[in-house]
């Protein structure tokens, strides 16, 4: 099974490109990914409220995994937002620091990915140690970061050996060894499959999977296993 963590529907607001759920859905079957964690644009774009609706009749129309997003530009109510998104059950949350314009020296960012870490949160966070990393250091925190570069991998490593709940989607880890040397170096419980399909090369790191140097059980847990784990699944 491959699951990619990094699933997005609707329209960027930026691009104007639109990817609705069936065409998204065609996109992973064509690709042979089985499904993934999903996020409506909308919800972290705009209106999280309506976005987040749209984002779970995604996910239960298609069998994805409802990742809902928060708007980090408006912290008040991103921060009750949290609270009822725990509520509901979830255990993923999308923070989109990026794609909103918030850099990882905003206090906010921290503030909030505590409290996210207090209700038992995994961040699903656009960004890499390199951008985010520092305010989300010494929390305790569950995190995947969605736009960890091969370039600071090394980076990476050393702050997955101090942070052990800092995880990489593999998107952007499109080198030679990333894979390798991340899954030695901290273990394969710390790689997910993400490759934002239909928004991104998603063959490209299909390719960079089949001929990595992982072990089956290794490539088991970087495909699906620690995703379903993340998002409290059974495996």
Wanted: glycine content about 10%; proline content about 3%; aromatic content about 4%.
């Amino acid at each position: 099974m491959i699951l990619d963590c990094d699933l997005l529907v609707g329209r960027d607001i930026a691009s104007g490109r639109r990817r609705t759920p069936a065409e998204l859905a065609q996109r992973l079957a064509a690709a042979g990914i089985d499904g993934g964690a999903v996020t409506s644009l909308s919800a972290i774009a705009y209106d999280p409220k309506s976005g987040n609706r749209e984002g779970a009749r995604a996910a239960a129309e298609h069998g994805w995994i409802d990742v809902p997003g928060v708007e980090l530009r408006n912290p008040l109510d991103a921060h009750a937002r949290l609270e009822r998104i725990a509520a509901d059950g979830h255990r993923l949350v999308r923070f989109a620091t990026t794609r909103q314009n918030i850099p990882g020296t905003a206090p906010r960012l921290r503030l909030l990915a505590r409290r996210a870490t207090e209700l038992g949160l995994t961040l699903l966070v656009e960004g890499s140690t390199r951008t985010v990393g520092l305010a989300l250091m010494g929390l305790g925190a569950s995190v995947v970061l969605l736009d960890q570069h091969f370039y600071d991998a090394g980076e990476f490593i050393m702050v997955a050996r101090e942070e052990p709940g800092f995880h990489a989607s593999t998107r952007l880890l499109g080198n030679l060894d990333a894979w390798e040397s991340i899954t030695a170096e901290v273990g394969a419980d710390r790689l997910l499959f993400g490759t934002r399909a239909g928004w991104f090369e998603e063959h490209s790191v299909l390719e960079r999977l089949h001929s990595s140097g992982l072990s089956p059980e290794q490539r088991a847990l970087v495909t699906s296993g620690n995703l379903r784990r993340l998002a409290g699944e059974r495996s």
